[in-house]
């Protein structure tokens, strides 16, 4: 396996085969914002900044020239976070090579998770990432909000739709 960081040029040629992959893929988990966020990225946001800083990226595991997964992140995970992995490469660890990837170009990720949507959750958990709280989803759901921050990074307000205890 393979994993490439996109850079905007790449981005454009693989743009329309991504958002083809999460929605065959996805196993209808992924909300429908999520799908436009990634189908309306705006290439130059895969760029890092003159001081290197990234808070966007997307990360493709290939096996072969075949797409086996895929990861994306914008706005360190705030404003979209996903990952999919073809059905017949799950359990390789590829979402983990994914993720990490993510984590290690972007420097820290948030990642909200359904309740019902347990391989996800384990898969933050085994990433070294801590549940902060749970709202309610875009479709209702229960969802857990995850977090993995540099050791330096200042806390952020929690989510603002607090599921009420």
Do not use: Y
Not at 13 to 35: N, P, Y
């Amino acid at each position: 396996m393979e994993l490439e960081l996109l850079t905007p040029e790449s981005w454009i040629t693989e743009r329309k085969r991504l958002v083809g992959f999460a929605v065959r893929f996805g196993d209808k988990r992924l909300a429908v914002s999520s799908i436009h966020t990634l189908r309306r990225l705006d290439p130059s946001r895969l760029a890092p900044s003159a001081g290197g800083d990234c808070d966007t990226a997307v990360v493709v595991a290939r096996q072969g020239s075949r797409i086996a997964g895929f990861g994306f992140a914008s706005g360190g995970g705030e404003d979209c976070c996903m990952f999919v992995v073809h059905p017949d490469a799950r359990s390789l660890g590829i979402g983990s090579a994914i993720m990490q990837a993510l984590i290690d170009r972007i420097g820290q990720l948030t990642c909200n998770v359904a309740a019902d949507n347990t391989a996800s959750m384990a898969l933050c958990f085994r990433l070294g990432m801590a549940a902060v709280s749970m709202h309610r989803g875009p479709t209702g759901k229960p969802t857990l909000r995850f977090e993995r921050r540099s050791e330096h990074d200042s806390a952020r307000p929690r989510h603002s739709d607090f599921v009420s205890q």
